[in-house]
């Protein structure tokens, strides 16, 4: 069994045994920390273990499905984009949180204002460049505090953390936030992504402790 696999079945066993569950919920208004979680100060990595090199020649953004005008981004029309800075806090389902993050990085609102939506567009799956997928709904995606971020604390944002592009949910567990951002999906019908498949919550608020599904 490789790393890859012994991580998806060790995420399985905490998703049985309900691992770091405290039984409790919390008002995101009162309470900035969500429940069971620690701050941190550093920005650990997580992922399966395979990062791609997005070149700016290898990148594409597309964004597709329910959509009335669907977009495909290279580089140089990515980088043409308006640019928004933003902080937000994070955080994972492992426990920590990092608050204060400074961001930089496209609304996801001005994206969806681009492509127009259609009517029967209710869900959002993001894929990545190593394979990777999560969903999301569209009103959880069309949020202002939601961004598309190529900066973090004023530099690129590394190839570890998703860079050139990544998605950043601040009021979702951050396995909802794609790394490596290739291709976003908007949908009529949900599509359980990877963790969502391998015993993750489908909604993962962390107020609502939603780590496992
Ligand atoms: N493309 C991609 N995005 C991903 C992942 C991944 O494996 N591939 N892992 C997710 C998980 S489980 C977490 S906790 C966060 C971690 O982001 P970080 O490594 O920048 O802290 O990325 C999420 N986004
Ligand atoms: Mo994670």
């Known amino acids: ?14 998703a049985r045994d309900g691992r770091l569950l405290t039984g409790t919920h919390a008002d995101p208004e009162q309470d900035r920390l969500p429940p069971g979680q ?48 933003s902080v937000s806090d994070m955080h994972c389902v492992t426990q920590w949180s990092r608050y204060d993050n400074r961001w930089k990085g496209v609304a996801a609102s001005a994206l969806l204002a681009m492509v127009e939506p259609i009517s029967s567009a209710k869900h959002v799956i993001f894929h990545s460049y190593d394979g990777y997928t999560t969903n999301v709904r569209l009103g959880q995606f069309d949020a202002p505090d939601v961004f598309l971020v190529h900066e973090w604390e004023g530099a690129p944002i590394t190839r570890q953390h998703g860079g ?10 951050l396995w909802k936030s794609a790394k490596w951002l290739r291709r976003i999906e908007i949908a009529g019908v949900d599509k359980p992504g990877f963790w969502e498949r391998n015993g993750y919550h489908n909604n993962a608020d962390p107020w609502m402790e939603e780590r496992y599904g």
């Open 1 to 14: 069994m490789d790393e890859r696999d012994k991580l998806i079945k060790a995420k399985q066993q905490w």
């Open 38 to 85: 620690r701050l941190v100060r550093d920005w650990p990595v997580l992922d399966l273990g395979n990062q791609p090199e997005v070149t700016p020649a290898r990148f594409r953004l597309d964004i597709d499905g329910a959509v009335r005008r669907p977009i495909s981004f290279n580089w140089a029309e990515y980088c043409a984009l308006p640019v928004s800075e």
């Open 164 to 173: 050139p592009v990544r998605v950043l949910i601040p009021r979702l567990y």
